[in-house]
């Protein structure tokens, strides 16, 4: 049964830092491209950011770039979404995806981010 699940999330003050993990199973971690996706309410949900298999090409939307940091630990089986600079525009709930033939989700982790 694959799992992903993700932690780190928490109300923060406009301008500070939180760190989100996202702890995989069922599934050779190693083999995935590991992403990030967020969805503020009332919104669709937005790719934030990806990292390859082999953590050799990693790429961000636009709106995050320069301030998140996507990174994985393959023998740990975690994904790992450093966040600097928080606006509340992040505010969202965020979610870890796994991606082969097929993607798997998370249940997400809550972002909040006051003003």
């Known amino acids: 049964q694959v799992q992903l699940v993700e932690s780190g999330g928490a109300l923060v003050q406009s301008g500070g830092s939180l760190r989100l993990s996202c702890v995989v199973s069922?599934?050779?971690?190693?083999?995935?491209?590991m992403s990030w996706y967020r969805q503020a309410p009332g919104k669709e949900r937005e790719w934030v950011a990806s990292c390859s298999s082999a953590n050799d090409h990693i790429n961000y939307a636009d709106s995050v770039k320069g301030r998140f940091t996507i990174s994985r630990n393959n023998p740990r089986y975690t994904l790992y979404l450093q966040m600097h600079s928080l606006k509340p525009e992040d505010t969202g709930m965020y979610y870890c995806v796994a991606t082969l033939s097929r993607s798997y989700w998370g249940q997400g982790t809550q972002v909040t981010v006051s003003s």
């Open positions: 069922g599934l050779t971690f190693s083999n995935y491209l």
